[in-house]
């Protein structure tokens, strides 16, 4: 008879450790979706020159193993002013980093705003997270909003929780799921025109600038662009 052997491993026990040598920032954002950090740096990138802050951002996936979050604890909370994360999936997906961050920031007396990433509320976050709860409600609703604008207002007023000013919290701006991004008003009548349809999470990570080169030359050649967003190709 042939015994099968099974073992159970999780995530954070078949990563490897590793020291992501990020240095204390004015915010440190943290999540697992790429789109979120991309989105976040185009946010800094488009920051006013002398009051951009400094923020580092990593993808969650990058802190699996426990050690990995105990390098970044040690080496990038003491001297950073506030922290976000953007959890999807819930707690169950990052609970040992979750749990430490939030004994590290109330040690130091961190502002930390953990936020759900897939409209799931879970109570455990609110719990980790050191900011009232009406802030973490604004918070999350700016970052499912999404875009530059929300995004940049959910950091801005973070920022503002860890100087200790009490700024009221923007409304989310709507974007719409589908619109016109840019129309020219070129003359089509020789040439006709051309349309660029783009997936609306590129408009809303700020990730427009191929769209706009291949505009710009297409209306340089005389044709007549619209440049539509749109949240499927389907």
Known sequence: MHLVVREARDLSEAAAPEDLGLAPADVLFLSFSD????????????????????????????????MSNDLLIESTLNGTRAVLVRLLGGLDYWRYGGEQLSRACRAHGIPLAIVPGDARPDLRLAALSTVPSADLEAIEALLDGGGIENTRAALDGLLARARGDAVAWPPPADVPEFGVYRESKADTTVLGSAAIVFYRSHLLAGDVAPIDALADELEAQGLGVSALFVPSLK
């Open 35 to 66: 789109s979120d950090l991309a989105t976040v740096a185009a946010v800094v990138e488009r920051w006013p020159g002398e009051a951009r802050p400094s923020v580092r951002i990593a993808n969650l996936c990058r802190l699996q193993h426990p």
